[in-house]
């Protein structure tokens, strides 16, 4: 695998992500996977942008019936010795080579790790019981593709450990490639609106708090912004009280999330929207603080979750281009945050 420009791999997610489904696919047909049974329990293990895809996985799972949390795999060096948080663990790492992941698999119940790469024949693929590899496609310094497959990844691996067989898997490449399109030039809108803005908050609830916990990061790696994430209704608990003129928010959902922006429009914040709501639903749409990026009708799930990242992943490239910053090209690296490649 090897580091390619962020705009190109943006671009390029239809045809991996077409490549994804057919490499986990493969893989889940020979995989001797035990179902995952409601009183069951399941753990997503990950760091970094693997962590933040978790809360997607999590929530599909918990509204199944199956108790399920992400675990950041750092904070399992913290158990005691041989104790087991759960039945079932979800491992991943899109380069395999994440040290605090593959550390803790070794401690997890053997039989009970399927772990998720990219590199099918990562170091992680040594510590897991199952590999469902993305496909060993190239991806920018600051995920995209690995991200968006990553999901994909989770959902497929739905319909076969616990018979929750999401719609439209088939149809995300092309959902992807009329989003890049149909977001682009709202995503264009919307960084310029954040030129000036020093910080930018995210929010969701459920499934979009992936979209909002990795929008938030890519916003820090890329374009070094501080940035905080949140879920929607814990976000009225206070944290929202710093927003002011120079702030920026970007809210992902349908529900609380529009009365949310309404609140604080008139207050100068540089508000972005993703959302499937009927702009008939929205107080005030064509507010000068505001930019609607609307979802396609009737799309739900894991392929939500793929496009909503998307709109980060998009808004992402065009202020890199109008801030000059190379995204992938890091102030501050850590030489222990990957394994040395052999």
Known sequence: MERINYDRAVRDQPINLERAHRSV???LDSAPIEPWA???????????????SAHALVFALVAAGIRAFPLTASDASFYAHGSQP??????VSESGRSPEPIEAARHFTRGRRIGITNVADSPLAEVVDVVLSLGNFDDA???TIGYSATLLAYALLCGRACDRSAEGLPEVPNRVAAGLEEFDAPAHRMAEKLRDTRTVDFVGQGMSLAAASEGALMFREALAIPTAAFDTYQYL???MEPLR???GLIIFGDGRELTLVDSVLDAGVQTCLITAASTSDLPRPTHENLEVIRLPDGVNGFVRSILEGLVSQLIVGHHAAVSGRVPGEFTYRQADTKLPVE
């Open 25 to 27: 696919l493969r893989a």
């Open 38 to 52: 409601p009183g069951d329990t399941v753990a997503v293990v990950a760091m970094g942008a693997s962590s933040h």
């Open 86 to 91: 759960a039945d079932h663990y979800v491992i």
């Open 141 to 143: 310094g600051v995920y």
């Open 237 to 239: 608990h206070g944290p």
């Open 245 to 247: 003129a120079g702030s």
